[in-house]
C-alpha cells in the first residue's frame, strides 16, 4: 500500500510541474513550445480554456494510438486529464507574471523547460507509464520505422503550423524549446542519476490487477 501511494504521489507531483512548467512558458511571452502553440491555438478558435484545449488533444491522441495498437497505462490517462485541469488552476490564479521584455522571457523559458523536465522525473519513475504526446512518438516510431527524433520533428512541426494558423503564438522561444528541452531533461536526469531505460511501465490493466490484490 505504501508503494503504491508513493508512486501516486510521484505521478501527482510530476504532473503539477509540468503543468507549471507550460504555464511559465507561456507567460515568457517570446513565442510558445510547440504543443502549447497547437493548445492556443484551438484555445483561441474555439473559445475554450488552454487546459480543455489540452484534455481533448490528448483524448484524439489516445483514440489513435489505442487504435493503432499502443497499450495504455494509469498515467497515460492520468497526464491527459489532469496536466490540463492544473493548467487552467495555475492560469486563473493568475500568480506566474508575464515576462516584462525578451531577457526576462529567456530566463522564464529555461525555467519552464526545466520545470517540465522535472515534472518528467517524477512522472515517469512512478512507472504508470508515458503521457499520451509520448505514445503518440511510439507509435510512429514503429509504424513509419523513421527514427524517434524524426517523428518528434515531423509531429511538431506540424502541430506548430496548425497552431500558428490558428493564433497560437510561435516565435524564438518555439525554436528554443524544440531545441533545449531535451538538454533539460538530461541535465535533470543526470542530476538525479536517472536511468529511464531501467522503468519498467505498468499498463493499465496490470496496474488494477496488482493493486487489486
Known sequence: MKSIIVRLLNLLFGIALSALGVVITLRANIGYAPWE?????????????????????????????????????????????L????????????????????????????????????????YIRSAFGVGPRDNLMVVLTRKTRLPVGACRG????????????????AGVGTILAFIAISFCVQIVFSAFKFDVTAVKHETLSETFHINSK
Open 37 to 81: 502553440v497547437f493548445h492556443v491555438g484551438i484555445a483561441k478558435t474555439t473559445g475554450m480554456t488552454i487546459g480543455v484545449a489540452s484534455i481533448i488533444v490528448g483524448i484524439v491522441i489516445v483514440v489513435i494510438v489505442t487504435v493503432l495498437g499502443e497499450t495504455l497505462g494509469f498515467g497515460t490517462l492520468a497526464s491527459m486529464v
Open 83 to 122: 496536466t490540463g485541469v492544473f493548467i487552467d488552476v495555475f492560469i486563473f490564479f493568475d500568480f506566474v507574471p508575464t515576462a516584462a521584455n525578451f531577457a526576462i522571457g529567456i530566463v522564464m523559458l529555461v525555467a519552464g523547460l526545466f520545470m517540465l523536465a522535472f515534472g518528467s522525473y517524477f
Open 154 to 169: 515531423i509531429v511538431e512541426a506540424s502541430v506548430t503550423f496548425v497552431g500558428w494558423l490558428m493564433g497560437g503564438m
